[in-house]
Each structure stands twice: as structure tokens, then as C-alpha cells.
């Protein structure tokens, strides 16, 4: 089965930390992966999509890696700040025709002043 | 527009009764996704739209459940004989292509009492 996981399930940071979430999934046969952050009550903001042929995604503070070989991908986040607070969703289009996004449950983030 | 919008933001309804939720996505998108949230659940698959293909109906969880895009443009998600299981968050995302970025909608909270 197809499945996407990710740890820790919840993360309280004081500001200015660099902090990694780490997000698994099952077959390695993915097409891409996407990074999004959920804010309460609100829809989902994309932050990065890594394509297989890729091994990292930038964008400002944050840094997406990915190993397909072993199953991985990190999200690292440099100096957090209280607006970073928000649940981080990994999702990944697995290959085998397959379209849709498979989303881990997420990590909820609390960067603290 | 600009991005993903959906209505009703918030929908209660009554066991029984049928809803419709609606999806526009981004101008010139051409696949179009609907995943469900269910309160203190991850995000599930639950139909995929590409074109002029058939649709990717795998994640319906029954038929009670349909939904219907004209072209490239707007979809609607129909559940019928709505029961209490079904109260979620129905979220709508479009991508220009297929495995391209998706960006999703806001969102309709839906309650069945």
C-alpha cells in the first residue's frame, strides 16, 4: 500500500530555531512531492514541489530535500518565526498512473516568541 | 481569478438531504482535483478531472457521491442522501497540467446533523 508519514506529529520550537520535519513514504516510484502548510480553518498553501529527477527545492527560509532510494524527504525551515506556526503536509504523486496527491497527516509546528 | 474558489464556505444540512458543492478553478488549469478532510483526519483522495479524459473516481467512498466538470472549467461535487460520516472539509485543487503544482481552494465545511 501506498503511504505517506510523517514525524514528529507535533513540534514546539522557541523563535529563531532551524528545525527539520521529515516525511516517508512507501514506494519510491513517485513522480513528485509537494510541501504544503495549513493554517486553522483556511485551505492548503503549496510551499515547494520537488519533481523525482530532483534532490532539493529552495525557496526563502525553507529548503526541501528528497531521497527517493530510501524513501525520505525533509523539510528544513531556518530561523522560525511565530508566523511559521501552522500543520505541514507532505504529499507525493506516486508513479503506476496514478494522479492524485497521498498526504502524510502532518506536523504541527508552534514556533514560539 | 486569481485562485481556487469554493462555495459555499460553510454548509449545514440535515441527515438526508442532498448538497452540492462547487469548485472554479484557476483560469487555463486543466486537471482538477476533490479531497476530503475529515475532523482529525488526513486529506483523502477523492476524485480527479484531466481534461476531456474519463474521470479518476477511486476515492469515492460511495455512490451517494458523484461530481461533473464542464470542460476545463467549474466542478461540482454532489453527495446525496447525506449522512452524519460525511461532515467534513471538501477541498477542490487545479494544476495546469497533471503532476504539476496543485493549488487548492479554501474549502467547504460541510455539517450533517
Known amino acids: 500500500k501506498q503511504e505517506v508519514t510523517q514525524i514528529p506529529a507535533a513540534l514546539s520550537v522557541p523563535e529563531g530555531e532551524n528545525l527539520v520535519l521529515n516525511c516517508s513514504f512507501t514506494d519510491s516510484a513517485i513522480y513528485n512531492l509537494q510541501w504544503f502548510r495549513q493554517d486553522p480553518g483556511k485551505g492548503l498553501t503549496s510551499l515547494l514541489l520537488?519533481?523525482?529527477?530532483?534532490r532539493e527545492q529552495t525557496s526563502g527560509r525553507l529548503n526541501a530535500s528528497l531521497d527517493k532510494s530510501s524513501g525520505r524527504s525533509t523539510l528544513y525551515i531556518a530561523a522560525s518565526q511565530p508566523g511559521d506556526s501552522a500543520t505541514y503536509l507532505c504529499a507525493v504523486v506516486f508513479s503506476g498512473g496514478y494522479n492524485k496527491l497521498i498526504f502524510g497527516a502532518g506536523t504541527r509546528l508552534a514556533v514560539h516568541p | 481569478g486569481a485562485g481556487v474558489s469554493q462555495s459555499p464556505s460553510n454548509k449545514v444540512t440535515e441527515k438526508g438531504k442532498d448538497v452540492e458543492l462547487r469548485c472554479d478553478p484557476i483560469s487555463g488549469h486543466t486537471a482538477l482535483y476533490w479531497y476530503r478532510q475529515r475532523l482529525g483526519q488526513g486529506l483523502e483522495f477523492l476524485i480527479y478531472?484531466?481534461?476531456?479524459?474519463?474521470?479518476?473516481k477511486s476515492g469515492l467512498p460511495s455512490d451517494r457521491f458523484s461530481a461533473e466538470r464542464t470542460g476545463e472549467s467549474v466542478s461540482t461535487l454532489t453527495i446525496q442522501r447525506t449522512q452524519q460520516e460525511d461532515s467534513a472539509v471538501y477541498l477542490c485543487?487545479?494544476?495546469?497540467?497533471?503532476?504539476?503544482?496543485?493549488?487548492f481552494g479554501p474549502g467547504t465545511r460541510l455539517l450533517v446533523l
Open positions: 520537488i519533481q523525482s529527477s530532483q
Open positions: 478531472f484531466q481534461g476531456n479524459s474519463a474521470p479518476d
Open positions: 485543487a487545479s494544476s495546469f497540467k497533471v503532476r504539476e503544482t496543485q493549488y
